[in-house]
């Protein structure tokens, strides 16, 4: 089975991570992740993001560094992520691709349901106080 490669962002502001509702009916359908979503084959992982942050949320984003990168096997598909911090640019998110977004702080991560595949990022950054810093 082919790998999905996948983008997605991680928006701080004033101690807050923004992270978004999967719809119901979509694969994980329910569950809290970072925004983003699947790269196409011309795009790297930088313009893949910007252009899904733009319709899922209607924002413009500067990608800044890599936190982090998870290949992960689900039963039905193998995704390959790579997580990138990301500064808004301009307006307000509004959940237009995603059933909801939130800004929530380092103790509220694990109130938050989030896919298998997001563990080892949930961790990190629960510990690592550096990434909730604004840019």
């Not at 992960?72 to 790579?82: P, Q, T």
């Not at 998110?93 to 909801?100: L, S, T, V």
């Not at 800004?103 to 997001?118: G, H, I, M, N």
Request: glycine share 6%.
């Amino acid at each position: 089975m082919s790998a999905i490669d996948v983008a997605a962002g991680l928006i701080f502001r004033e101690g807050l991570l923004l992270i978004t509702q999967r719809r119901q009916g979509d694969h994980l359908g329910g569950l809290w992740e970072f925004p983003g979503g699947k790269r196409e084959s011309e795009e790297t992982f930088e313009q893949c993001l910007r252009r899904e942050l733009q319709e899922e949320l209607d924002v413009r984003v500067e990608v800044l560094d890599l936190i982090e990168v998870i290949a992960h096997e689900y039963a039905e598909k193998s995704v390959n992520l790579r997580f990138f911090r990301c500064r808004l640019i301009d307006s307000e998110p509004r959940a237009i691709g995603c059933a909801d977004l939130r800004w929530v702080r380092r103790e509220e991560l694990f109130d938050c349901k989030f896919p298998a595949a997001d563990e080892r990022l949930l961790e990190k950054l629960s510990v690592e106080s550096g990434h909730w810093t604004t840019v």
